[in-house]
């Protein structure tokens, strides 16, 4: 294989671990979104903050559609860290995986 070639070749290999890196991520930010009451959420760490240090227990939040939702805090914020945290160790090993072919 000349050196041309070989540097083709690295290029496209480049090439495709951004493409699907990009892909995986978005990807990733459909599956943060929950159901929950009626509505549509996505889960971000801005939201369980909030839901975090919010004092009620009731409360109205907007969903995904613009839409005025009741939450019982606590179940909502225990649902929002599980759904949270197991979507980014996905992310986490899908990522790893593809470091992993652009490596071979």
């Not at 495709?16 to 929950?34: M, P, T």
């Amino acid at each position: 294989m000349n050196e041309l070639e070989h540097l083709t070749k690295e290029i496209r290999k480049a090439t495709d671990y951004q493409v699907n890196k990009r892909i995986l991520k978005e990807k990733i930010q459909a599956d943060l979104h929950i159901p929950f009451n009626g509505g549509l959420f996505k889960v971000t760490p801005e939201l369980i903050a909030f839901l975090s240090i919010w004092d009620t227990d009731i409360l109205y939040l907007e969903d995904s559609y613009q839409n005025p939702i009741e939450i019982q805090r606590d179940e909502f914020l225990k649902l929002c860290r599980t759904h949270y945290q197991a979507v980014m160790n996905s992310w986490h090993q899908q990522h790893a995986e593809l470091k992993k072919i652009r490596r071979i």
